[in-house]
């Protein structure tokens, strides 16, 4: 069990700067995810801390050490990669094992540990077969199995998941979160993956192109995103962003329409509105051109566009519910759900 | 009355057939015959004499034939053996190579487009006692004696063998160095994270997962050596007085300068032998290797 700290961290590649200044405070027994679009540089911090990619400035310490120039093996890490990077020559036994024959634990306490993971995870009946001999599921087991036997201080999970189909990936990620709360030992997740994300992570740290957007809770990030960057990777469907400008205590949509907020600023801003925010109301002054309409059973999706505009606009209505093609439905959007952006900088304005 | 047609099949595989015959078959069932007959090239008439398994019987109690035969064995483990680790050497460097590597391999395959006989030359000079180039530098460098690199047995041994590695190690290396690039990174960074040295991972990690790739290396290499020729012919002719006679130098002796060319067919299908059981044996080794790491077969 330990903290870690990451201190103005920076990861380049030659003269290519891959990961900028990164910050961050992992609190003892804590799981965070850090997520992102693929190339942002999740992986390549999760290698540097694993131990895999050395660090070109900045600090890790895990516990009390500053980790920098130890070997992964000194590191007191285990990690779950995403090809689970079995021994394809070892059985599932040999493979659990192996980590800690190279430790020299005596034979009695490596059997005792890799029969405890092995009933923890559900694997024992499997310990006798080769990798190849199971399914992605199970192999993911064992790749788990392999880090737990090492009873490290923290876990590194590289993609665990992204190799087996959507089911399975619902049950392992409730499983690993299970898992993570009963043996509480510090976690680091990296995923693409939004809603594995959200589900799994105490907190959440957005990366994108390299840099921090966020870190916070997954509720933080949901409520109040610090970017239009993360405001549109977090939630589904996506947020919807409209051009507007600040007057006089009002929010202008570019057709005119007026939603009253309060705030003295006067500005251009981009206005976020997540699609189940927005509230079907006879009267409400936003107005959505239907386009298509998705069925989902619990709840019905609205795509189409801002009357009298070319934006995209994507409404969520709870229910089952019947909407011609070219139909104008409104809506009202309460102040309080509203996000204001700059349009500039992308970042969150407060109101 | 209806002509019987053969079958469309057979008409279609016929030139086939024909020429696989022509090239193959029928100098295979040949040179079988001869080998029961003492067919002697100068007197053609002996090949309609039949004397059953004579020459066989002749070969099983010829020292000559036999110290040919251990002299080939211990060729081949000799060399093979060498090669790999040089090969497994050379390709390991080559790994990590990360600049000039293609430019590099190519130059590691130079050695294979020379034509054995010419190694052999080149060699023959190289290790020649009066003008070659290793007495030269021994010379130069205060060693009084010339060694007879090819006169004295053992010293001719090791030349034949020298070339023979220079030549071919990089038929292991290539090899090899395609199964590390096939190999997957995972594991040996999930073996880095397990807290292995250097050593703990490429003994439990790579070696195994290149041990497909070296048996592989292993079976063409031990059919090539085992019919090595070229080379010993043109170093040293099988000589000094028999000392580095292998079983094909042995044969061509028989067959062309003694002209008893039964006697030296018989000789063929005996060494055949050996070919047969080093291919089983590594094909095995193969097979066991791949089953091991989860490939089929």
Not at chain 1, 258 to 274: D, Q, W, Y
Not at chain 2, 162 to 185: K, Q, Y
Request: glycine share 8%; with cysteine.
């Amino acid at each position: 069990m330990a903290e870690i700290h990451l201190t103005d961290l920076t990861k380049s590649y030659g003269p290519t700067e891959v990961l900028h200044h990164i910050e961050g405070h992992i609190q003892d027994g804590e799981f965070i995810v850090i997520v992102g679009p693929s190339g942002c540089g999740k992986s390549t911090l999760l290698r540097m801390v694993a131990g895999l990619e050395t660090v070109s400035s900045g600090e890790i310490r895990i516990g009390e050490r500053r980790v920098n120039e130890l070997e992964p093996s000194e590191r007191d890490i285990a990690m779950v990669f995403q090809n689970y990077a079995l021994y394809p020559h070892m059985s599932v036994r040999a493979n659990m094992a192996y980590g800690l024959k190279i430790r020299k634990l005596s034979q009695a306490e490596i059997n005792r540990r890799v029969e405890e993971a092995a009933d923890i995870l559900e694997i024992r009946q499997y310990l006798d077969r080769k990798p190849r001999q199971l399914s992605g599921g199970q192999r993911q087991r064992v790749a788990m199995g392999r880090a737990i036997v090492r009873d490290p201080q923290v876990f590194l999970f590289d993609e665990p998941l992204s190799n087996l189909d959507a089911k399975l990936r619902v049950q392992m990620r409730l499983e690993i979160r299970k898992l993570q709360q009963r043996l509480g030992v510090t976690s680091i997740y990296v995923t693409h993956d939004q809603v594995e994300a959200m589900t799994l992570g105490d907190r959440l740290m957005v990366l994108n192109g390299g840099y921090v957007e966020q870190f916070g809770t997954p509720i933080e990030l949901y409520d109040r995103p610090a970017s239009i960057f993360v405001a549109g990777f977090i939630g589904s469907p996506a947020m919807n962003f409209l051009p507007a400008e600040v007057k006089d205590g009002s929010v202008v949509l570019s057709n005119g329409v007026i939603i009253p907020v309060e705030s003295p600023k006067e500005a251009n801003v981009t206005l976020g509105i997540r699609p189940e925010h927005l509230q079907p109301e006879p009267e409400g002054a936003i107005a959505l051109q239907v386009e298509m309409v998705e069925q989902l059973g619990a709840n019905t999706l609205l795509h189409g566009t801002l009357q009298g505009t070319d934006k995209a606009l994507t409404a969520s209505v709870a229910g089952h519910a019947t909407y011609e093609n070219g139909e104008f439905v409104n809506f009202s959007a309460p102040a309080s759900m509203l996000h204001l952006f700059d349009p500039e900088t992308e970042s969150r304005l407060e109101l | 009355m209806t002509r019987r047609r053969l079958p469309e099949w057979f008409v279609l595989l016929l030139p086939a057939i024909i020429v696989i015959a022509a090239v193959v078959l029928i100098p295979l069932l040949f040179s079988l015959y001869s080998s029961f007959t003492p067919y002697k090239l100068t007197r053609p008439s002996t090949l309609w004499k039949w004397v059953g398994t004579y020459n066989y019987e002749k070969i099983l109690s010829d020292a000559k034939f036999w110290a040919a035969f251990g002299r080939t064995v211990l060729f081949l483990t000799i060399v093979l053996n060498l090669e790999l680790l040089l090969g497994l050497g050379i390709a390991l460097m080559m790994n990590k190579v990360t600049w000039g590597q293609r430019t590099l391999r190519t130059i590691l395959m130079f050695p294979m487009m020379f034509s054995p006989i010419l190694v052999g030359f080149q060699f023959k000079f190289i290790f020649n006692d009066n003008i070659g180039l290793v007495n030269n530098v021994l010379q130069s460098m205060g060693f009084d004696a010339a060694l007879p690199w090819l006169v004295d047995g053992k010293l001719a041994m090791f030349s034949i063998m020298f070339a023979e590695i220079w030549m071919s190690t990089s038929v292991f290396a290539i090899l090899i160095l395609a199964g590390l690039f096939a190999m997957p990174r995972d594991p040996l960074e999930a073996a880095k994270v397990d807290g292995c040295t250097p050593w703990q991972s490429f003994r439990h990690i790579t070696l195994p997962f290149l041990m497909p790739f070296i048996y592989i290396a292993m079976t063409i290499r031990s059919l090539d050596v085992a019919r090595a020729y070229d080379i010993v012919q043109i170093m040293t002719g099988g000589g000094p007085a028999r000392r580095t006679e292998l079983l094909w130098t042995l044969m061509s002796r028989t067959g062309y300068v003694d002209a008893r060319m039964g006697l030296a067919n018989a000789m063929g299908y005996v060494s055949i032998i050996l070919s047969i059981l080093f291919t089983i044996y590594f094909f095995r080794k193969l097979s066991a290797a791949r089953a091991e790491l989860g490939m089929a077969g």
